[in-house]
């Protein structure tokens, strides 16, 4: 969470009674928004508070600056300070718990945090009635995933998550061909990403220096529900998605991205296995490093299968990053770029090959004689006004005329989970994972299912 903050507590309110349970807190100040999800008319302005403001955080609350940006939160000053600069009259905080205890004019939040943080701050937001943004992933693990899609129903308010190629046109164009039979059956899917563009790979153990913490840096509340470990700079302020306690990896940074158009085009919900194969591996060395394996490796590949889905055949999905890519398709020319510099998808059907860039972005058909077909099939799907940059914008209309977002957690919530359970595969390579998706349960490997669930440092919960 790049947000930072003193030590001092307000009043009689102690850290340690701060430190209490999430849900606790959250019951604490469950305080009404002034109207109503669904009640507020397009003119009404919004009040929107950032909670981690130094980043992403600003943008999406660039893209919200028709509104009232009333509060703004992060742990970490110095890298929060320009966004606190653009935005004078909103009040700051380093503690999202404080803000929303003492800020009721607060109508709803942009959580764009580290991914260990967003379920705890997610759920608090929703239980205190706030229509909530939550950046990509939507949190760390698959459990909170669901935690947040069941809280939102439960309170009803506004939900989207960060993943603006929901947005876009050519994700609709992509649904549309696919529907429409211009490539046939697809039994076959890949999906790929450039990422990542940190440092990362297993090889890599904790930092044994301990440099003293930056002023303005709060490394309790960065570190938040994970376990407690010296402050190290490797980790922050990006670095940070390389380390399990703390990110989700190349699949977490831009598998909500690419395989979006995938999972909607294709009406994936929860795969049945996945496996996944990583770079560095072998038996020996495993059994040395996986205990103490620190981050994510370097390059995977992660192949998910999906069971049937009503006229739709059984498909598996492959995922693929690190530099590695799919094969590529016949008819595609050997000096064609397959997707853009952030990844892509192809959809290999019975009569073609359809391609396209990270969001669903340019898709084409081949052969190209298809493109006749395509253009035949109508606009069956509403348009997001504004495209990918109206992402944000399709989030405050879904707050105030009470009308589901493109991306609500109904949607990004079974992709979330979709994710993240590659990630399980990746931390268990070489094992066909069998997986009840109802149940969120590994059921063919006990130490591969502890993952589904986090263990929490002593003071919090959700």
């Given at each position: 969470m790049n947000t930072n903050s003193s030590k001092s507590e307000a009043g009689a309110t102690t850290r340690r009674r701060f430190l209490q349970t999430t849900a606790l807190a959250a019951s604490a100040f469950a305080i009404l928004p002034s109207r109503s999800f669904g009640e507020q008319t397009p003119l009404q302005k919004l009040n929107i508070a950032g909670i981690g403001v130094g980043g992403m955080g600003a943008h999406n609350l660039k893209m919200c600056s028709g509104e009232n940006i009333v509060a703004l939160c992060d742990v970490d000053q110095n890298y929060a300070a320009k966004t606190y600069k653009q935005y004078p009259k909103a009040k700051v905080y380093t503690d999202f718990r404080e803000m929303l205890e003492k800020q009721k004019d607060i109508e709803a939040v942009i959580i764009a945090t580290p991914d260990h943080t967003h379920a705890m701050i997610g759920l608090a937001a929703i239980r205190a009635k706030k229509h909530v943004y939550i950046q990509k992933p939507m949190a760390h693990s698959v459990e909170e995933v669901r935690l947040l899609t069941e809280a939102v129903r439960e309170h009803k308010v506004a939900s989207q998550m960060g993943n603006q190629g929901r947005s876009c046109e050519g994700a609709r164009l992509v649904c549309e061909w696919i529907w429409g039979g211009v490539i046939g059956?697809?039994?076959?899917?890949?999906?790929w990403t450039n990422r990542p563009v940190w440092p990362q790979g297993i090889e890599v153990e904790r930092p044994k220096e301990t440099p003293a913490v930056p002023a303005g840096l709060d490394w309790d509340k960065w570190i938040g529900p994970a376990q407690m470990r010296p402050y190290h700079?490797?980790?922050?302020?990006?670095?940070?998605?390389?380390?399990?306690?703390f990110g989700t990896g190349s699949l977490g940074d831009l598998g909500c991205h690419v395989m979006d158009a995938a999972m909607w085009a294709m009406k994936f919900k929860y795969?049945?296995?996945?496996?996944?194969?990583?770079?560095?591996?072998?038996?020996?060395?495993?059994?040395?490093?996986?205990?103490?394996?620190?981050?994510?490796?370097?390059?995977?590949?992660?192949?998910?299968?999906?069971?049937?889905?009503?006229?739709?055949?059984?498909?598996?999905?492959?995922?693929?990053?690190?530099?590695?890519?799919?094969?590529?398709?016949?008819?595609?020319?050997?000096d064609e770029k397959m997707g853009d510099d952030d990844g892509g998808l192809v959809f290999v059907g019975e009569k073609g090959v359809l391609i396209c860039g990270c969001y669903g972005r340019k898709p084409r058909l081949y052969p190209e004689s298809l493109m006749a077909e395509a253009n035949k099939i109508g606009k069956s799907l509403p348009r997001v006004e504004g495209d990918i940059e109206g992402h944000e914008k399709d989030w405050i209309r879904s707050c105030k005329d009470g009308k589901l977002a493109s991306s609500n957690f109904d949607n990004s919530g079974p992709l979330s989970e979709m994710v993240l359970m590659g990630n399980l595969a990746v931390r268990n390579p070489n094992r066909l994972l069998l997986w009840n998706g109802e149940k969120m349960e590994i059921t063919n490997d006990k130490e591969a299912n502890s993952y589904v669930r986090r263990t929490y440092r002593q003071g919090y919960s959700l």
């Open positions: 059956k697809i039994r076959e899917v890949h999906a700079p490797t980790y922050l302020p990006e670095r940070w998605r390389a380390w399990w306690d795969p049945e296995s996945v496996e996944g194969c990583i770079s560095t591996y072998w038996e020996g060395f495993w059994k040395e490093t996986k205990p103490k394996m620190e981050t994510y490796p370097r390059s995977t590949i992660v192949r998910y299968n999906f069971p049937a889905r009503g006229d739709m055949p059984a498909c598996r999905m492959t995922w693929w990053d690190g530099g590695m890519m799919p094969p590529r398709p016949e008819g595609v020319d050997a």
